[in-house]
């Protein structure tokens, strides 16, 4: 059986922080920073750990420390607060270069492939992409690219019927690129504003499905040489470090243009989101911070940031 989200209460109005207040980086900076914390050199010896630990990565995370390691020693903050706001400034500079939210326009179909391995929300990220710019007035069409999956095709069509969105599809074993070919010829004879492209996250081998991707690829450059226009990768956000080495192989593979990151509510660390803005510098589309449609959203830096950090220590 297919599972798809159950109508629930509007969940947008939860906000950001509190989505995040249970990841790992929210965590270890509210144990760090809301115990009086003494402005020093330990104090930064253990935030480098726990930005370490919250996935930030070791680059990154010395980086960080060591530019307000100087400032502290030019005596530039008065106390752990002001250190707060200066890393605060730090993180929102390594996030806001990459906070570009997807505009589907352009071109009639925009085609967006939606790349990434299994087990990340990569059809669960379609479908709400779907719900969205449908409800934006645009007709959106579903290509079931995945075809090693019978589930995936079926989870996809299950999206479309909750969201009156067609799927082109040809059932599991079929050449997806074919299938993805073909769907664009449909969005083409329809008018289609967007078709967005499922694809495998798993074939019998890592290098059969780099060339799959690199094969869909070919096949549509031949129907329209712009396509696709968006390559978003989808990534699990309690993968951690991982998520680097994914973004590496699928961006040689797909040409990756943009980054959707779910599952940043729960378990999620959260600091993978700075090590890939520091890393690639790609554009960070969306986020998932939870289940429901109106749990993915555009990327925004400053209410990420903010949700992760403690609030002001002077109050306290």
Request: hydrophobic share 45%; proline share 3%; with cysteine.
């Amino acid at each position: 059986m297919v599972e798809v989200e159950a109508s629930a209460p509007p969940a947008a109005a939860r906000g950001w922080r509190e989505r995040l207040a249970g990841s790992g980086f929210a965590r270890g900076l509210a144990g760090l920073f809301n115990r009086n914390a003494r402005l020093d050199d330990a104090l930064l010896d253990e935030l480098e750990t726990t930005l370490i630990g919250a996935d930030v990565g070791i680059t990154t995370a010395t980086a960080l420390v060591e530019d307000l390691r100087q400032r502290m020693h030019r005596r530039e903050f008065a106390d752990a607060d002001a250190l707060l706001d200066a890393l605060r400034a730090a993180l929102l500079a390594l996030l806001e270069p990459v906070a570009r939210p997807l505009q589907p326009a352009g071109a009639r179909p925009f085609v967006v492939l939606v790349v990434g391995v299994n087990g990340v929300g990569k059809t669960t990220t379609i479908g709400k992409l779907a719900r969205r710019w449908s409800n934006e007035g645009r007709e959106v069409l579903l290509a079931a690219g995945d075809t090693f999956r019978a589930a995936a095709v079926a989870q996809l069509q299950a999206w479309g019927a909750r969201n009156r969105v067609a799927v082109i599809s040809q059932g599991q074993g079929a050449d997806a690129a074919s299938v993805i070919y073909d769907a664009l010829q449909a969005a083409r004879a329809r008018g289609a504003d967007v078709l967005i492209a499922d694809t495998a996250g798993r074939l019998h081998t890592q290098g059969g499905l780099m060339d799959e991707l690199s094969k869909i690829r070919r096949v549509l450059g031949k129907l329209d040489p712009a396509t696709p226009h968006e390559v978003l990768l989808v990534i699990d956000g309690t993968t951690g470090q991982n998520a680097i080495s994914q973004v590496r192989l699928f961006r040689e593979a797909a040409g990756v243009s943009g980054l959707v990151v779910t599952k940043l509510d729960g378990s999620a660390k959260g600091g993978v989101v700075f090590a890939l803005a520091r890393e690639f510098g790609l554009p960070i589309r969306y986020v998932g911070l939870g289940e429901s449609a109106a749990d993915l959203r555009e990327f925004d830096p400053q209410a990420f940031v903010d949700g992760l950090l403690p609030t002001c220590l002077r109050a306290g």
